[in-house]
C-alpha cells in the first residue's frame, strides 16, 4: 500500500517537472527557430504565457461538434503523452514503471496523442479539421512501420545477449548500449535505425516539414482550427510533450549512457549531473531532428510525406534491420 | 454536393490568403474537383470617388489604389492625363519614374517570394527576404520621403529629382541587391523541399494564357514574351530596351508551372537592377515637371477635352488606366484595370488537378494584389504607439536617412 | 511587322465596320520613340464582327478590359485590346467604341472567343447594368443586395452617396 503511495507520488512529481522541461524546451525552440529566422523571438516563458492565457480564454465548442468527443479527446492526448514518461527511463533513472510495460506498450501510447487529436478533430465537425485529420491518420500509419522495424531490431539483439530477459523492456534494454553489442555491420545498421527514428521526429512532433495536418496556410491549422480555450491549451501542452517523451525515447534506445557512469562524479551530486546531461542529450536529439530541420525546409504535400516514409525511412530502418541480422547471424 | 465531396472556402480571412477574395475550392479527398471565385469584399469605389475630384487631387487617390503598386498606378494614371491632355513629360522625369517604378519591382518581388515561401511553410525564407527587401525600402524612402506611399509621381514629371548627393546610397543598395541576388537564387533554385512543391504544380499552357489574356509574370513563365516595358514605349523604357523574361533563359525550358513564374521573378530582380544602374548613368539633365505651377496645371487641365489611355508594366504584369475628360473639373470617366484582375480568371484552369495542399501556393503564384491598408499600433513595452507617435518616429527616421545615418 | 503596317493592315480590315478610326501616337525617351494609340468606333451590331476580324491579323488578341461610362443619353463602352506585342516596341493599344442606347443597353459576350473577358463583363453587368447576351449569370463584384444599383450610372440608377459605417447597420440607400 505504501509503496503504492509512494509511486503514486513520485509519477506526480515526475509528470510536473516533465510537463516544466518540455514547455521550457518549447520555449527555447521558439527561440531558437526565431534568431535562425533572424527574428528576435518570443521570451524563453512564452509557453506558459500562452497557456496562462489560453486557460483565461473562453472555450468555444462549435456547434456541429459532438460535445464530449470534442472536449475529452485534448485531455487524452495529454494524458497520453505524460502517461509514456513513466514508462521510459527519464532523467537518467529508470523508468518508474518499469516493471507494467515495455517498449511495444509506450509504442501504442505514444500513437494515442496523434489519434486522439485526429478523433478530435473529426468530432469538430468542420471541414478544415476533417482534413486535416484525414491527414494526420495518413502520416501516422505511414510512420509507425518505421517505429515498429527499430523496435523490433533492437528486441532482437537484446533477445541473443540476455536471453533471459524480457527483451523489449527498457531495464534489459538500457542496461547495456546497443552500440557495445554490436560488430561492425550491426553498427551501420544501428546509425541507419537511429537516423531513421530521427526522421519520424518531424511528423511525431507535428512540425515542419511534416506538420502537415496542422498546415497553417492550408487548411488554416487544420485539426486544432476549432479548439480554444482551455482545449488549445491541453493540446498545446500534449504537443510539447509528446516531444519531449518521443526524445526521451529515442535516448533511451539509442543514447543511454549516464554522466556519472562515463567520468567520476562525487556520488551527492551524480544524480544531478545525470539529470542535467539527459536534458542536454534529448535537447541534442530535439535540435537534430526537430528545430533545425524545420527551420531549413518547406511543408511537404501529405502524399509527398508519407512516400517518403513508407519508402525512403522505411526501407532505411528495413536496411538497419538486416544490417543488425547479418551481425548477429554472423 | 455530392456525398463525398467538400467544400473548402479560403478567403475572405484565411492564413494562406490575406486578400479580400474568396476561393471556394470542391474537394474530393485532397483533389481539387471545381473552383469559383467571388471578389468585391472590399470594392472601395476609388474610381467613383475619383470621377469628383480634380486630376491632381484623384492622383494621390490612384496611389491608394494599391499598397504595393502605388508608383505604377500614379504612373499609369498620369500617363493617361497627359495622353489626353497631350502633355510632353521632360526626359528627366521619364528616367526617374522608370528608377522609382523599378526599385518597386524588386520590393514587389521580394516581397512575393516571401509570399510565396510562406505558403510552403518556409518561414526561414519568407523572414530571409522581408529582411533583405527593408534596403530597398529605405532606398525609396530616402528617395522620396516615404516607405508606401511614395506620393512622387506628379501630372507631367515627378516631384522630387535624385541629386548627385544621393547616388551613393543608391549605387550602395545596388551593390547589396547583386550579393543577395545570387543568395535568393542559390535558395529558390536548388532547394528540394521547394523544387518538390512547385515544380509542375498550376501548370498554365501557353494557349491558356494567351485565350485568359494572363499578363506580366504569369504570362512570361507560360512562355508569352509579353512585356508592356518591351512592347510599348512608356517613360524612358522607349530608350533601354527592356527584353521579356521567360525561364527557358534559365532553365532552357518552360513549363508554365509555379516554379517557372517563381524564377521568372526572381530573374527580374536582376533585370530591375541593371535598369536602375542604366538609368543612373544615362539620366539626361534638365527640368523634371512639365508645369511646375500647381493652379496653372489645373487650369490648363480643366481645358482638356479628350480622353487618354496608358499601359504599364506593373511588377505583377500589364495595367491599364482609361480616362476621358470633357471640360470640367473632375473627369467624366476613369477606369483602372489592375494587373491580377486580368490574372485572376488564370487560377482556375492552374488549379484543376491539384491538391488541397497546392491552392495556397498556386493562387499565390500570380502574386495576387487585392488592395489593402493597415492601421498599427505597436506595444513598446508600457508605452502604446498611437497614430502621432507612430508618425514622429517615421519621420525621425525619414530624416535620419536624409542625413545620411543609417537607421 | 512594325506597328505602322500593323496599323495599315487594321484599317484596312475594318473599314466597313467601323468609324472614325484615329491613330494617335506619342513619343517618349531621349530616342523619342513612338507609342502608338488607335482608337475606332462601331456599333452595338457590329461590334462582335470587329472582334473577329481581329483573330485575322492577330492571333489571339490581347482583351486588357473593356471601359465603360454613363455619357448622358448613352453608355459608351471602350473595349481596349494590346494588338502586335510581344514585338519590341511595336505594339498597338487599339480602343473600340460602342454607343449603347440608356434604355436598352444590351451586347453580346466575346467570352466564346477571348474567355479571359469574362469578368470585364461581369463587372460591366454589375456597375453599369449592361445586359450581355451568352453570359452565365451570377454576380461577381457586388453584393446580391445591391441588384439594381449600377454604381457607374449617372442617372437615378446610380449611387450618389457613398455608404459608411456599414457595419454599425446603417442601411445602404438605394436611390
Not at chain 2, 523604357?237 to 524564377?263: K, M, S
Request: with cysteine; glycine share 6%; hydrophobic share 50%.
Amino acid at each position: 500500500m505504501i509503496e503504492l503511495l509512494y509511486l503514486a507520488a513520485s509519477s506526480f512529481l515526475l509528470i510536473c517537472v516533465a510537463l516544466f522541461i518540455a514547455l521550457v524546451f518549447n520555449g527555447i525552440e521558439r527561440k531558437l527557430i526565431a534568431r535562425m529566422q533572424a527574428r528576435i523571438g518570443p521570451p524563453i516563458i512564452q509557453p506558459f504565457i500562452d497557456i496562462k492565457k489560453l486557460f483565461m480564454k473562453e472555450n468555444i465548442v462549435p456547434d456541429s461538434a459532438i460535445p464530449w468527443l470534442f472536449n475529452s479527446m485534448p485531455a487524452v492526448a495529454l494524458a497520453s503523452s505524460l502517461i509514456v514518461l513513466l514508462y521510459i527511463p527519464f532523467a537518467g533513472m529508470p523508468a518508474l514503471l518499469q516493471n507494467y510495460g515495455d517498449l511495444i506498450l509506450v509504442l501504442y501510447v505514444l500513437l494515442l496523442p496523434s489519434l486522439a487529436l485526429a478523433i478530435g478533430a473529426f468530432a469538430s465537425g468542420s471541414s478544415f479539421a476533417g482534413i486535416g485529420a484525414q491527414r494526420e491518420v495518413v502520416l501516422m500509419m505511414s510512420y509507425e512501420f518505421v517505429l515498429s522495424v527499430v523496435a523490433i531490431s533492437l528486441a532482437w539483439l537484446f533477445s541473443l545477449c540476455c536471453p533471459q530477459a524480457n527483451a523489449f523492456a527498457f531495464s534489459t534494454i538500457t542496461s547495456k548500449p546497443a552500440w557495445l553489442l554490436v560488430g561492425g555491420a550491426g553498427f551501420l545498421g544501428l546509425i541507419l535505425l537511429f537516423i531513421s527514428s530521427l526522421a519520424v521526429m518531424p511528423a511525431k512532433a507535428g512540425k515542419l516539414p511534416a506538420d502537415i495536418g496542422e498546415a497553417k496556410t492550408e487548411i488554416a491549422e487544420g485539426v486544432l482550427v476549432e479548439y480554444s480555450g482551455r482545449n488549445l491549451a491541453l493540446l498545446y501542452m500534449a504537443q510539447a510533450v509528446r516531444v519531449l517523451a518521443f526524445a526521451s525515447l529515442i535516448v533511451a534506445l539509442f543514447l543511454p549512457w549516464n554522466l556519472s557512469s562515463l567520468i567520476a562524479i562525487p556520488e551527492q551530486l551524480s544524480m544531478l549531473a545525470d539529470f542535467l546531461f539527459f536534458l542536454v542529450k534529448v535537447f541534442m536529439v530535439m535540435f537534430a531532428s526537430s528545430i533545425f530541420v524545420s527551420a531549413v525546409t518547406a511543408r511537404l504535400k501529405v502524399d509527398q510525406a508519407a512516400r517518403f516514409y513508407i519508402i525512403v525511412v522505411f526501407l532505411l530502418s528495413l536496411l538497419g534491420l538486416l544490417l543488425i541480422g547479418i551481425d548477429i547471424l554472423m | 454536393m455530392k456525398k463525398n465531396r467538400v467544400q473548402i472556402p479560403i478567403g475572405p480571412i484565411h492564413p494562406a490568403l490575406k486578400e479580400p477574395i474568396q476561393i471556394e475550392v470542391e474537394l474530393k479527398g485532397e483533389h481539387v474537383e471545381n473552383v469559383s471565385i467571388t471578389l468585391g469584399h472590399v470594392h472601395r469605389g476609388i474610381e467613383w470617388i475619383g470621377l469628383r475630384r480634380n486630376p491632381v487631387q484623384t492622383l494621390a487617390l490612384a496611389e491608394r489604389v494599391c499598397g504595393i503598386c502605388n508608383i505604377v498606378h500614379p504612373l499609369a494614371f498620369c500617363t493617361a492625363i497627359e495622353n489626353a491632355a497631350n502633355i510632353k513629360v521632360p526626359e528627366r522625369a521619364e528616367y526617374l519614374r522608370v528608377i522609382y517604378a523599378e526599385l518597386e519591382r524588386i520590393h514587389s518581388h521580394l516581397l512575393f517570394l516571401g509570399v510565396a515561401a510562406h505558403e510552403l511553410g518556409f518561414d526561414s525564407i519568407l523572414h530571409y527576404t522581408w529582411l533583405v527587401r527593408e534596403k530597398v525600402l529605405d532606398v525609396i524612402e530616402y528617395l522620396t520621403g516615404n516607405r508606401i506611399t511614395k506620393a512622387i509621381l506628379m501630372i507631367g514629371g515627378v516631384r522630387r529629382d535624385i541629386t548627385e548627393k544621393q547616388m551613393p546610397k543608391v549605387r550602395e543598395a545596388l551593390e547589396y541587391y547583386e550579393k543577395v541576388y545570387k543568395k535568393l537564387c542559390d535558395v529558390f533554385l536548388d532547394d528540394p523541399t521547394i523544387n518538390a512543391r512547385t515544380r509542375d504544380i498550376g501548370v498554365l499552357t501557353k494557349k491558356q494564357a494567351l485565350q485568359l489574356c494572363a499578363v506580366g509574370p504569369t504570362a512570361r513563365a507560360s512562355g508569352i514574351k509579353k512585356d508592356i516595358r518591351q512592347d510599348f514605349p512608356y517613360a524612358a523604357y522607349a530608350d533601354l530596351d527592356v527584353e521579356a523574361i521567360t525561364p527557358d533563359v534559365l532553365l532552357n525550358e518552360i513549363r508554365g508551372d509555379t516554379f517557372d513564374r517563381v524564377v521568372v521573378r526572381v530573374l527580374e530582380i536582376k533585370q530591375s537592377l541593371e535598369l536602375i544602374d542604366r538609368c543612373l548613368k544615362e539620366m539626361p539633365d534638365g527640368p523634371i515637371l512639365y508645369e511646375p505651377m500647381l493652379q496653372r496645371l489645373l487650369v490648363q487641365l480643366r481645358q482638356v477635352a479628350g480622353e487618354g489611355v496608358a499601359l504599364v508594366e506593373a511588377p505583377r504584369g500589364e495595367l491599364i488606366h482609361y480616362i476621358r475628360m470633357e471640360k470640367s473639373e473632375a473627369p467624366l470617366a476613369w477606369k483602372i484595370r489592375a494587373p491580377t484582375y486580368a490574372n485572376l480568371s488564370s487560377i482556375v484552369p492552374m488549379l484543376e488537378g491539384c491538391e488541397l495542399a497546392d491552392v495556397p501556393i498556386v493562387v499565390a503564384s500570380i502574386d495576387p494584389c487585392i488592395a489593402c491598408a493597415n492601421r498599427a499600433i505597436i506595444a513598446d513595452k508600457n508605452a502604446v504607439l498611437d497614430q502621432e507617435k507612430l508618425h514622429a518616429l517615421s519621420v525621425n527616421k525619414t530624416r535620419a536617412l536624409l542625413k545620411g545615418g543609417s537607421k | 511587322m512594325n506597328a505602322e503596317k500593323f496599323i495599315g493592315n487594321l484599317k484596312k480590315e475594318l473599314a466597313d465596320l467601323v468609324s472614325d478610326f484615329r491613330v494617335v501616337t506619342t513619343e517618349h525617351g531621349i530616342s523619342n520613340r513612338k507609342a502608338y494609340r488607335v482608337w475606332a468606333d462601331t456599333s452595338a451590331e457590329n461590334f462582335k464582327n470587329v472582334v473577329k476580324k481581329l483573330f485575322k491579323i492577330q492571333p489571339y488578341p490581347h482583351f486588357s478590359v473593356s471601359s465603360g461610362f454613363d455619357a448622358g443619353s448613352t453608355i459608351e463602352i471602350l473595349l481596349h485590346f494590346a494588338l502586335n506585342y510581344a514585338k519590341p516596341h511595336n505594339l498597338v493599344l487599339f480602343t473600340l467604341r460602342v454607343k449603347l442606347p440608356k434604355e436598352n443597353p444590351k451586347m453580346e459576350t466575346i467570352t466564346d472567343l477571348i474567355p479571359g473577358a469574362l469578368i470585364a463583363e461581369k463587372e460591366k453587368r454589375e456597375f453599369l447594368g449592361i445586359e450581355i447576351e451568352g453570359l452565365p449569370a451570377g454576380h461577381m463584384f457586388l453584393d446580391e443586395s445591391l441588384a439594381g444599383v449600377f454604381p457607374w450610372r449617372r442617372d437615378e440608377k446610380g449611387a450618389n452617396k457613398i455608404a459608411k459605417n456599414l457595419h454599425k447597420g446603417e442601411p445602404i440607400e438605394k436611390e
